[in-house]
Each structure stands twice: as C-alpha cells, then as structure tokens.
T-cell receptor
C-alpha cells in the first residue's frame, strides 16, 4: 500500500514563528503536492514538485516556500506564520511516469496559528 | 488558470434517495478527472475518468465524463448514512508538469 505520511496531525504555533510541515511517501512517486483546505474553498494548491529540487508555484504560494532535497520528502515552510495560515494542510503524491494513476493523500496537518 | 467547479456546495437528503453531484472544469491539457470521498481526514480515491461516455461503477456509486461539455457527474443510488462526506472532484492537467486542481467539494449529508 502506498503510504503518504505527514509528520504532525495537529500543530499550534505562534505568529511570526517559522513552521515546517513534512511529508514523506514510500512509493517512489515523482510528483508531490501541498494543499490547504478551508471551509467553502476546497483544496487549494500551494506548491507542487515534479522532481528532486524542482518546484512550481500553485494557486496560493504567497507566504509559503517548499523544499524537495530527496525524492520521498516534500516540506512546506511557513517563513513567518500568520493567523490567516490557520488551516488544514494536505500533502499528496502521484506517480509521474504513469499518467493515469490517482493521487494518494497524507492524513493532514491541522495548523493553528495564535 | 485551471478551474474546477463543483455543485451543489451542500446537499441534504434522506436515506434511500439518489443523488447526483456535478463537476465542471476548464483546464489546459486535460489528462484525467478524479473523484474522492473525504470523511474526516485524508481523501480516499473513488474513480478516475479519462474517456468520454464510459461509465465507471463501484457498488452504488457511478461516474461519467463528458470531455466535449467539460463536466463529470457522480451518482450515488440508495444512499446510506455512511455516504455522508465531502465529495471532491479533481482534474489532472499537464502543461510541462503534472498538476492536480481540486474543486470546492460537495458536502453530502444523509439523514436516517
């Protein structure tokens, strides 16, 4: 079974702190994604990566950065957390070489910024 | 910008009813359309559709894609309380690199 693991289920951080959300997948997937999910807005794409050290901005990249130093790990970084970044964060991965395969999700990290 | 729109945003029906959820899209270089069910945490995969007119079926759930009119529907017959969830539609596109864009989701509530 493909496994996508997010490092924390719940996180509470203070405004201004630097926050790292980690995502690890064990199926050698090329493509990895970070989304945030807010009521009424669905899943919005923050950043995605199609290979090690490669990244692309999604629809709402402001206030975030990412790092992909190894194929299995994709990190989302909040440089200076703000209260409007309180949200559920979901990581997903998909096999890039096979075009018609589904994305697999981590369990999500509920981040609260106070 | 790629766009995926789901309707309705919210739906409340009685157990045993049949529901139809809608998903329309505008994306560059469409590859496939995916449906997910999300109960409490991670979305779980339901269907992937790549060709028009071919129905995918799993038990009481079925889905079909219309690539000409750029939409898909997800049908659930004889609904049960366990079908209560948020249903997400996503479109996979490829413009250099694969991208997965989600709609806002439809929150389905089944009343016993």
């Amino acid at each position: 079974d493909v496994k996508v693991t997010q490092s924390s289920r719940y996180l509470v951080k203070r405004t201004g702190e630097k926050v790292f959300l980690e995502c690890v997948q064990d199926m050698d997937h090329e493509n990895m994604f970070w989304y945030r999910q807010d009521p009424g807005l669905g899943l919005r794409l923050i950043y995605f990566s199609y290979d090690v050290k490669m990244k692309e901005k999604g629809d709402i990249p402001e206030g975030y950065s990412v790092s992909r130093e190894k194929k299995e790990r994709f990190s989302l970084i909040l440089e200076s957390a703000s209260t409007n970044q309180t949200s559920m964060y979901l990581c997903a991965s998909v096999w890039g070489l096979q075009p018609n395969t589904e994305a697999f999700f981590g369990q999500g990290t509920r981040l609260t910024v106070v | 910008e790629d766009k995926v729109v789901q309707s309705p945003l919210s739906l409340v029906v009685h157990e045993g009813d049949t529901v139809t959820l809608n998903c329309s899209y505008e994306v560059t270089n469409f590859r496939s359309l995916l449906w997910y069910k999300q109960e409490k945490k991670a979305p779980t995969f339901l269907f992937m559709l790549t060709s028009s007119g071919i129905e995918k079926k799993s038990g009481r759930l079925s889905s079909i894609l219309d690539k000409k009119e750029l939409f898909s529907i997800l049908n659930i017959t004889a609904t049960q309380t366990g079908d209560s969830a948020v249903y997400l539609c996503a479109v996979k596109s490829n413009f250099g690199n694969e991208k997965l864009t989600f709609g806002t989701g439809t929150r389905l509530t089944i009343i016993p």
